[in-house]
């Protein structure tokens, strides 16, 4: 089982806790993260607007996800509950998807750089 390595010294890469806000900000005319965060809106309590552990357990079948325990369900939500509040909201899901998905991040950083390389040269 890999270990997170937010302890990581690596600085070249930017932290993407303070980054994806911003991505989500530029992308998000693009429908990128409303892709990428489809499953927020399967995954929720339609009432509450966020997901609780019940609404993860009751509907994560819908996205594949039957297999996981209620352990590993709870893992989840603790890793992507940034707020500490016990759900995670749609901005908290999205970050966690890109946690499970490096590929994903990887490709949405390549779309975030050309974006701000746009609104540079609009600049001009
Ligand atoms: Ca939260």
Redesign the pocket.
Known sequence: MAAPNSSSSSSSSPDFQDYLPLMANKLGGDGLIGELCNGFNLLMDREKG?ITFESLKKNSALLGLQDLTDDDLRSMMKE??????????QM?FCVLMFRLSPELMEASQFLVEEAFEQEFNDFH
């Open positions: 966020v992507g509950d940034f707020d500490g509040d016990g759900a995670l909201n908290e």
